[in-house]
């Protein structure tokens, strides 16, 4: 069975930073392509940034010179690098493969930024 599980989170001020991390077992993901999902109450998950199986990455205009998407094949691991968090970073963050949207979708990690 395919897993998904992501941590990292936190509570941080403003300008600060965390390194999320999403593990993926019961699969070898080398050839997907991996996102990270944000999601906040009421809304639903948006992708803010992905990572192609040769390391190529694509990010929304929102998080571009914030967040770092990068991936370990030897470790079945993705991990978003976020810098100079916002308030409107706070949500939870998921991971999934774009190719299989792997099912159930992880349990997310919290980022909390304070004002």
């Known amino acids: 069975q395919v897993q998904l599980v992501e941590s990292g989170g936190g509570s941080v001020q403003a300008g600060g930073s965390l390194r999320l991390s999403c593990v993926l077992s019961?699969?070898?993901?080398?050839?997907?392509?991996m996102g990270w999902y944000h999601q906040v109450p009421g809304k639903a998950r948006e992708m803010v940034a992905h990572?192609?199986?040769?390391?190529?990455?694509n990010y929304v205009d929102s998080v571009k010179g914030r967040f770092t998407i990068s991936r370990d094949n030897t470790k079945n691991t993705v991990y978003l690098q976020i810098n100079s968090l916002k308030p409107e970073d706070t949500g939870v963050y998921y991971c999934n493969s774009l190719n299989k949207q792997y099912s159930p979708w992880g349990q997310g990690t919290q980022v909390i930024v304070r004002s």
């Open positions: 990572i192609l199986p040769g390391g190529g990455a």
């Open positions: 019961g699969t070898n993901f080398r050839l997907d392509t």
